[in-house]
């Protein structure tokens, strides 16, 4: 989707929502840690190396806000962000597909993931990213049916479209498109975003600042 898609008035919103202050305000290792669902939240899930870090930094506007763990699957919390001044709580979940930790350790995680989606009221929308290098995974087709069983609502962002030509892009689009129509929960706009160039990152913004009223 191109900028011309979101109202003006929209695109502006989101660039002051996320122009304020974006602050860390904890980590959470079980649903007892949860923050009061006193405002909306979004969240970002996906694989891990999908890109995850990188965009919420992008969508930010800092590079370092969100941190990629050295090592793939090491980061075992429901990561809570601040954004606007207590406007919204923006959650960056672990990322799925794990490093070499038992299968305890791997459980939990697992728990704690399915748990939150399930059961968070102030959740408005999950954002799933998928590579665009290699579209759904099976992994992705897993937290889709937790969702759809679950009643979440979720939407699509392609990640590192920048590091495929365009046609493929486009191709893997239409193909998670198709997909998605049989899938009750999901949202049917797939957003095409590079963190590196900044592509659909203004898109982003416009579409999480919808979800608020005027400030």
């Known amino acids: 989707?191109?900028?011309?898609?979101?109202?003006?008035?929209?695109?502006?919103?989101?660039?002051?929502?996320?122009?304020?202050?974006?602050?860390?305000?904890?980590?959470?290792?079980?649903?007892?840690?949860?923050?009061?669902?006193?405002?909306?939240?979004?969240?970002?899930?996906?694989?891990s190396n999908v890109g995850k870090s990188s965009l919420i930094n992008a969508l930010t506007g800092r590079a370092?806000?969100?941190?990629?763990?050295?090592?793939?699957?090491?980061?075992?919390?429901?990561?809570?962000?601040?954004?606007?001044e207590g406007r919204l709580?923006?959650?960056d979940l672990p990322g799925f597909g794990y490093a070499q930790v038992s299968k305890t350790q791997v459980a939990a995680w697992q728990k704690l993931?399915?748990?939150y989606l399930r059961g968070r009221p102030s959740l408005r929308r999950v954002f799933l990213l998928v590579d665009?290098?290699?579209?759904?995974?099976?992994?992705?087709?897993e937290i889709m049916d937790l969702l759809d069983g679950s009643?979440?609502?979720?939407?699509?962002?392609?990640?590192?479209?920048d590091k495929v030509p365009k046609p493929e892009v486009e191709k893997v689009a239409a193909d998670v498109a198709v997909k998605l129509k049989k899938r009750g929960a999901a949202h049917p706009?797939?957003?095409?975003?590079?963190?590196?160039?900044?592509?659909?990152?203004a898109e982003l913004r416009a579409e999480i600042a919808g979800f608020l009223p005027p400030a």
């Open 1 to 47: 989707m191109d900028a011309a898609s979101y109202p003006d008035d929209q695109i502006e919103a989101g660039r002051v929502l996320f122009s304020g202050n974006a602050t860390f305000v904890m980590g959470v290792v079980d649903l007892q840690g949860l923050p009061a669902a006193d405002r909306l939240e979004v969240c970002f899930a996906g694989r």
């Open 64 to 84: 370092k806000l969100a941190r990629a763990s050295t090592e793939p699957g090491r980061t075992r919390e429901l990561n809570y962000f601040d954004i606007g």
């Open 89 to 91: 709580y923006l959650v």
């Open 113 to 115: 993931i399915k748990s």
């Open 132 to 141: 665009s290098r290699r579209g759904f995974m099976d992994t992705d087709h």
């Open 151 to 161: 009643a979440v609502n979720y939407q699509i962002i392609l990640t590192k479209v």
């Open 189 to 201: 706009v797939v957003l095409q975003t590079s963190s590196e160039k900044g592509w659909g990152i």
